[in-house]
């Protein structure tokens, strides 16, 4: 593994990478509240076929952080991708779990001829998410964790006492046997401080994702302009069938908004599936890939 600052429109971005720089390229995108490194143990598998790319995203670990919440709209998060991806030379394969999946979607919609290939780990694309959150009493209450996010002052809770409220967060109704010792510690590096955790969590804040309290759903779905949100190129889900905090009402009308969709869920599996199942996880990407698409 190597690590390198990449300068993107003037900001600078620390990214890890696996493999042999000749290698096709995957952009792997982690998510809340994980960093770069969350993706070793998936990397040590890939890298022999990929040069795996895998940043801080803006507001984490050792990146570009800036202050305001605003900063963290999603056009941002796909301009600061675009930089890295030109940095590389595009186009990529793009590999995105959790945030990183949203952000993972924004670029494949705004920028689809640097996208080659699309792989989310139990993300979400906008419309499904936005309908299931307005419709399901059952993922509108899993999601409940949001609005409490939001709220001023979320990241000193979260932070106090060594990330203790940041930890069980992570791992509520979850397996976290992946996260102990070493590991935890480089998290807790990552993480930093209250200021650290802070810009992180702004990510939730600039979302325009609506979560009423549960007494208030249903609710009628906005018009989100499906027609301006497909996904154009071959695009696989892979989804830890025991996640608690996105159920599968979420991604539920997603074949409708693809030209090219498989779905493949690992039932012995959770929100991070990535970490817990890797070879299981690495073999679906790469016998996916060896496929033939249709035409």
């Known amino acids: 593994m190597m690590t390198q600052f990449v300068k993107v429109n003037g900001n600078q971005f620390l990214v890890r990478t696996w493999g042999a720089p000749e290698n096709p390229i995957i952009l792997m995108l982690h998510g809340f509240p994980e960093y770069s490194g969350a993706w070793e143990e998936l990397a040590d598998i ?17 990146s570009y952080a800036p202050e305001n919440v605003e900063d ?7 301009e600061d991708l675009k930089g890295i991806i030109d940095h590389f030379w595009g186009p990529v394969m793009v590999l995105g779990h959790d945030w990183g999946a949203a952000a993972a979607y924004g670029l494949a ?3 689809p001829d640097l996208v080659s290939k699309l792989v989310i780990m139990n993300g979400v694309h906008p419309i499904p998410f936005q309908k299931a959150l307005l419709e399901d009493e059952a993922q509108n ?28 967060m992570f791992s509520q109704s979850m397996d976290m046997g992946w996260m102990r010792d070493a590991r935890l510690d480089r998290y807790k590096s990552a993480w930093k401080d209250v200021q ?3 810009t992180m969590v702004h990510w939730y804040r600039a979302t325009g994702l609506l979560v009423p309290k549960p007494e208030n759903i249903p609710q009628k779905v906005p018009d989100m302009h499906a027609a301006s949100m497909r996904i154009s190129m071959p ?7 025991n ?20 779905i493949l869920t690992i039932p012995d599996a ?10 299981k996880v690495a073999a679906h990407i790469l016998h996916w890939i060896s496929a033939p698409r249709k035409q």
Do not use: M
């Open 235 to 241: 695009h696989l889900l892979l989804w830890g069938g």
């Open 243 to 262: 996640d608690t905090a996105l159920l599968p009402k979420s991604y539920d009308g997603l074949r409708d908004l693809c030209d090219d969709l498989t």
């Open 141 to 168: 209450a899993a999601s409940q964790y949001i609005p409490w996010l939001r709220r001023e002052g979320s990241e000193t809770i979260l932070a106090e006492n060594s990330f203790a409220r940041l930890i069980a």
């Open 109 to 111: 919609i705004a920028h």
């Open 196 to 198: 650290g955790v802070r």
């Open 46 to 62: 890939l890298k022999d076929r990929f040069y795996c790319v895998a940043p801080d995203q803006r507001g984490y670990g050792q």
């Open 270 to 279: 959770d929100h991070w599936l990535h970490h817990q199942v890797p070879e």
């Open 72 to 78: 963290y709209k999603i056009g941002y998060l796909v």
